[in-house]
């Protein structure tokens, strides 16, 4: 069920209607049960892996509160648990396979088997969610949630499900707990933002996707000012692109009295590279600040080692967007590698 649908719009039009009108205690399961449907409309069968992520960050976190001595012990088994299913379920294949270009290159035998399984929507999202809500609880940010329907829905919250942003628990599950009533501007408000998410995404960037499909899938037939304005209108239509998704899930998540976090800011009009990545996909950007290129030693040890946190910050930014060496790694026409900080 994708933003830019009828489907959803029916949804999210049924699920508004009843929290509006069911009563206090039942709004969050509500919540909570229209969010594993929304997941579950993919792919059912992968709702155990949510479901198993929420138990165990939730259990995890809980213990860490109650044994001072074995809080680092448990952190790191449940952010090994994390990685590895998003190991397993996003990049298994990819570094099998590159794994497997080298031992060709070697004239070796040794092959990995591919899984070839089906990559669960969203799982680097509600992954990354899980792990900052772990992390906070160790570093005393922010205490456990000891109700798991609150907790479940942190995690699973269908308007942030799929395409973000990503939620620190400090900001959403305090939310929760806030008296529901109906809000006409902060309602007015979502709606609107949906309206112009939708727009972005259909009509802009949609549009502009034709022709700019059109130019790069077959470069040797263009060439001189085409490609000057097949690469402005790339831009247009990435930034439209993500965006607008993201003004559809923050609007969708005012109709139920939640806000989001604005999780892009103009960055086009961003005065330095520096600047653009505070304005740019904001929720990743303090996500792999906070939570990777600060705990590596961030700038406090020399100007190689800050370049060397970078670098990693930067190639695990990539890869999160995809399990593709096109995340990583670009060629230019003298078939040099170079490191490439492409923001999809």
């Not at 719009?9 to 049960?33: E, M, N, P, S, Y």
């Not at 594993?36 to 059912?44: D, H, R």
């Not at 949609?206 to 130019?215: N, P, R, T």
């Not at 998540?253 to 604005?262: C, E, V």
Request: glycine content about 8%.
């Amino acid at each position: 069920m994708e933003f830019n649908s009828i489907e959803y719009i029916c949804f999210l039009t049924i699920i508004f209607l009843l929290f509006h009108f069911a009563g206090k205690k039942t709004r969050l399961l509500l919540l909570l049960t229209a969010s594993y449907f929304f997941y579950g409309c993919w792919n059912a069968k992968y709702t155990f892996l949510i479901i198993g992520i929420t138990l165990v960050s939730y259990i995890s976190a809980l213990r860490m509160e109650g044994s001072l001595r074995k809080k680092k012990t448990i952190l790191y088994s449940s952010v090994l648990i994390f990685i590895g299913c998003l190991f397993i379920f996003k990049y298994f294949d990819f570094f099998g396979n590159i794994f497997n270009s080298f031992m060709e290159i070697k004239k070796s035998e040794i092959r990995i088997s591919n899984l070839g399984i089906l990559l669960p929507v969203g799982i680097s999202f509600y992954t990354f969610q899980a792990i900052s809500y772990v992390v906070d609880v160790y570093r005393g940010n922010c205490k456990a949630e000891k109700n798991l329907l609150k907790y479940a829905l942190y995690i699973a919250f269908f308007p942030q499900l799929v395409a973000g942003p990503i939620e620190r628990a400090d900001h959403i599950i305090p939310q929760f707990n806030k008296k529901y009533e109906f809000d006409y501007d902060q309602i007015t408000g979502g709606m609107i933002l949906i309206a112009w998410g939708l727009f972005k995404k259909m009509v802009i960037a949609d549009e502009l996707a034709v022709y700019v499909d059109k130019i790069y899938g077959n470069a040797v037939a263009y060439k001189g000012f085409v490609f000057v304005i097949a690469t402005v209108m790339f831009a247009i239509q990435i930034y439209c692109d993500f965006s607008g998704y993201s003004d559809i899930a923050v609007g969708s998540a005012k109709l139920f009295g939640i806000n989001l976090m604005k999780n892009f800011k103009t960055p086009y009009f961003s005065s330095s590279l520096q600047e653009f990545w505070t304005r740019w996909h904001i929720s990743l950007s303090q996500w792999l600040r906070d939570y990777v290129y600060i705990p590596l030693g961030g700038g406090r040890k020399g100007r190689l080692r800050a370049a060397l946190n970078l670098l990693c910050t930067f190639l695990l930014s990539g890869l999160w967007h995809g399990a593709n060496m096109k995340f990583v790694t670009v060629c230019d026409t003298q078939g040099r590698l170079r490191t490439r900080l492409r923001v999809e």
